[in-house]
T-cell receptor
Framework: DGGITQSPKYLFRKEGQNVTLSCEQN?????MYWYRQDPGQGLRLIYY???????QKGDIAEGYSVSREKKESFPLTVTSAQKNPTAFYLC????????????FGPGTRLTVT | DAKTTQPTSMDCAEGRAANLPCNHS???????VYWYRQIHSQGPQYIIH???NNETNEMASLIITEDRKSSTLILPHATLRDTAVYYC?????????????FGEGTQLTVNP
């Protein structure tokens, strides 16, 4: 089955630790995205990548970092500089030139205490 | 991208049509209307999009007014599994990948 996988579904960390969230897709999509969602709110874009070895900041990139070494993978690191890291994180991908139709993964719920 | 306005919540009886409105009075001529939905604690799912003609697919129908200032997503026979937050998004269909701006959407609750 083609799709996007995110792991783990739930993640718990202590404050001050960096944590990396996994996102893998086998849809052969060029573009990939990371969003953050807080309770009762819409999604906000953190980073996106249109091609391997290239990525751009979204609306709330501070405290986050990404890499895109392979087409299939777009990991997100939540650093200790992110002041409110507890949130639901969603990864998505799309065909190049069709960003309007994004395919989303199941999400990772990160809790930092 | 044009701003959209949606009701915060709506209810619908199972088996009946669910009509979800969206206002986008500042929409530009080259902006499309997109609909996504998000079932609780899952990733959003693309539903349908259109420019000015009405569109229909296996999931829903999209009705866009002639002046394009508003639209309605129609789920013809709502089921309990259609309970979700529905997002109306207006943006240009660009050739390069970029963001989707998700607002707070409409929480649709389908009741048995």
């Amino acid at each position: 089955d083609g799709g996007i996988t995110q792991s783990p579904k739930y993640l718990f960390r202590k404050e001050g630790q960096n944590v990396t969230l996994s996102c893998e897709q086998n849809l052969n999509h060029d573009a990939m995205y990371w969003y953050r969602q807080d309770p009762g709110q819409g999604l906000r874009l953190i980073y996106y990548s249109q091609i391997v070895n290239d990525f751009q900041k979204g609306d709330i990139a501070e405290g986050y970092s990404v890499s895109r070494e392979k087409k299939e993978s777009f990991p997100l690191t939540v650093t200790s500089a992110q002041k409110n890291p507890t949130a639901f994180y969603l990864c998505a991908s799309s065909i190049q030139g069709a960003a309007y139709e994004q395919y989303f993964g199941p999400g990772t719920r990160l809790t930092v205490t | 991208d044009a701003k959209t306005t949606q009701p915060t919540s709506m209810d619908c009886a199972e088996g009946r049509a669910a009509n979800l409105p969206c206002n986008h009075s500042t929409i530009s001529g080259n902006e499309y209307v997109y609909w996504y939905r998000q079932i609780h604690s899952q990733g959003p799912q693309y539903i349908i999009h259109g420019l000015k003609n009405n569109e229909t697919n296996e999931m829903a129908s999209l009705i866009i007014t002639e002046d394009r200032k508003s639209s309605t997503l129609i789920l013809p026979h709502a089921t309990l599994r259609d309970t979700a937050v529905y997002y109306c998004i207006v943006r240009v269909e660009e050739t390069s990948g970029s963001r989707l701006t998700f607002g707070e959407g409409t929480q649709l609750t389908v009741n048995p």
